[in-house]
């Protein structure tokens, strides 16, 4: 809970608990405004959750849903009778604040100056400034939608991997290009040293930075967040209903991770010997766990694909083996891995490596099963087993630790924007990432459907080939750089060694550098130092500040022909499957 003061009377927060509401209550809250539609994502907490809390505390409520990136004048008025009938000082929220603040601004058009309103605003943290036309005029707009007030050559949705390195390389190549990152984030993460906390190996500290240090010189960062898009205009909507305009825009916002896709999992996470690397919290509770752990049932889930690093899920089993093995406890513990697909690797060449590890710590090898619930009370997981004929029966597993990989999808306003594809991604071309419908929409990194693993070694690739054909685009040309589906995972298979897969459409083998210094189909100490030692500084210092050593695009003289690119990993073939 993050409380903003905007008046004497009203205060708003991004999406709060019902733990939150005591809280507020004892600060002297003694009414709650809740501005986010119930149900909008599968984590947050049902309303009536807040609202009995608030209730037992004393204080007053109102449910003045807004749906993100439409705020009506029907609304402003809600929000306004709620507000002048309810006690005060009222705590307001949504997802993250911006709303709530929103429909305070638009309620005080008319008794406050727009110059007011909006340096009000700024002053707790949001910048309102796209809604100064719709302030100065709002008896004008009663549809409550407004035109672009701004327009950029490039808008990127997302800062993370994907849409800072794609900025850095736009940037890279031509100085002064007008660049808008959308991201409500303040904070970026290095995702993939998350495996390495959750083996006690880094400090989660270490893999967080502040994200106004990682913004490209001369980006302009849009700390909102977007709702949509309108591509018919060139017009993103953003969650106040302000649309910013583009000539060129990259969609790389990332996926969804769905907790709420497995009954009961969000109830016990962090708690009755449940956890999970995906998460920046949750990763200490795994080496917690580790450590704790002398004997009983270790239980470690893979949902199906796709999901960020498809190979995290075991990453997280083999270095709590290796810990246990080394503490002399391994013998004590009995460790399954549960996996919804049909092999412990999609790419063959990595497989025999990666069994004799399985042998070496005797873990059990449970396929065709998904994670569906969790009794966490009970420390009892229930799966969904698929036969060989296709018949699913549903079993239970007691439990001592559970690691979840939790199912994975898009997020709920790509999917339902007219960029996504049937199964809700950013529908572009495997080789361009330029969009199959329209010409000057790239997508990349984990929101893309281009059937690669979905890593950031995947983007470190991507990102120089969008940043050249965005500038293609811009320029009137016809894209011509090409990506290949290059992939990689460095497998954490021991405390000291990786397996280094790299791979590309197809499974093709696609290694770095040359096999005598690297062999990637074997643990290596090598694979283990560049993990450890140098990707963090070459996410950091390189990927982000758009450098592509290594990473430079394969340019074609002309537009390469559209066709479906191959999965580069595939966990359902089974030539893959060792005996």
């Keep these: ?148 007030v701004k327009s950029h050559d490039v808008v990127i949705i997302g800062g993370g991997a994907a849409g800072i390195s794609t900025a850095a390389s736009i940037l ?133 694909m796709p999901i960020k690093c498809a190979g995290a899920p075991q990453k997280a089993m083999y270095l709590a083996c290796d810990a246990w093995s080394r503490k002399g406890v391994l013998k004590d513990i009995d460790v399954e891995f549960h996996n919804a697909g049909g092999v412990i690797f999609g790419v063959k060449e990595y497989v025999p490596a990666l069994m004799k590890y399985v042998d070496k710590y005797g873990i059990d090898l449970c396929f065709s099963e998904t994670l569906v619930a969790v009794d966490g009370e009970k420390k009892t997981a229930f799966f969904d087993v698929k036969d060989a004929d296709g018949n699913v029966t549903r079993q239970a597993r007691e439990f001592d630790m559970m690691h979840v990989c939790p199912p994975q999808t898009s997020l709920e306003f790509v999917a339902n924007s007219p960029l996504a594809n049937e199964a809700g991604w950013v529908d572009v071309s495997g080789e361009t990432l330029q969009h199959t419908q329209y010409g000057n929409v790239f997508g990349l990194g984990d929101a893309g459907s281009t059937p690669n693993a979905k890593t950031a070694a995947a983007v470190r690739k991507q990102a120089p080939v969008a940043a050249h054909n965005v500038l293609c685009v811009l320029d009137g040309k016809a894209p011509n750089a090409i990506y290949n589906g290059y992939g990689s995972c460095p497998l954490t298979v021991e405390r000291g060694k990786i397996v280094l897969a790299e791979f590309a459409y197809g499974g093709k083998l696609d290694p770095t550098v040359p096999q005598w210094m690297l062999n990637g189909t074997k643990a290596t100490r090598a694979g283990w130092f560049l993990k450890e030692k140098m990707l963090p500084s070459i996410y950091f210092d390189m990927m982000l500040r758009g450098s592509e050593t290594l990473a430079k695009p394969k340019l074609l003289p002309h537009r390469p022909a559209s066709h479906e690119a191959q999965q580069a990993v595939d966990f359902k073939d089974p030539s893959s499957k060792a005996a």
């Design 172 to 304: 890279k190549r031509r100085k002064g290009v007008d660049i808008a990152i959308v991201e409500p984030r303040t904070e970026h993460y290095y995702q993939p040293g998350w495996t390495l906390v959750g083996g006690g190996v880094f400090k989660r500290e270490q893999t967080e930075r502040p994200m106004v240090k990682l913004m490209p010189k001369g980006v302009q960062w849009i700390r909102s967040a977007c709702a949509g898009f309108d591509p018919e205009r060139n017009q993103v909507i953003l969650e106040d209903g302000e649309r910013i305009g583009y000539k060129t825009l990259v969609v790389a916002p990332g996926l969804k991770l769905n907790w709420d896709g497995v009954e009961g999992l969000i109830d016990t996470l962090g708690k009755n010997g449940v956890t999970s690397n995906y998460l920046f919290d949750m990763a200490p509770y795994t080496w917690e766990l580790v450590q704790a752990m002398k004997g009983g049932r270790a239980l470690f889930t893979q949902p199906p």
């Design 1 to 148: 809970m993050d409380i903003k003061t905007i008046a004497p009377d009203l205060s708003v927060s991004s999406q709060i608990t019902a733990q939150d509401v005591g809280i507020a209550a004892s600060q002297g809250f003694r009414s709650v405004i809740i501005n986010r539609p119930n149900g909008e994502s599968a984590d947050q907490p049902d309303r009536t959750e807040i609202e009995g809390a608030a209730r037992r505390h004393g204080m007053e409520v109102s449910y003045v849903p807004v749906v993100s990136g439409k705020v009506t004048d029907a609304d402003v008025e809600a929000f306004d009778k709620a507000l002048h009938e309810l006690p005060a000082p009222a705590l307001a929220y949504c997802r993250t604040g911006t709303r709530s603040a929103t429909l305070w601004a638009l309620s005080q058009a008319g008794h406050l100056s727009t110059d007011a309103i909006l340096k009000t605003a700024s002053g707790a943290g949001y910048d309102l400034s796209g809604l100064r036309a719709r302030l100065d005029a709002r008896d004008k707009a009663a549809d409550g939608e407004i035109g672009p």
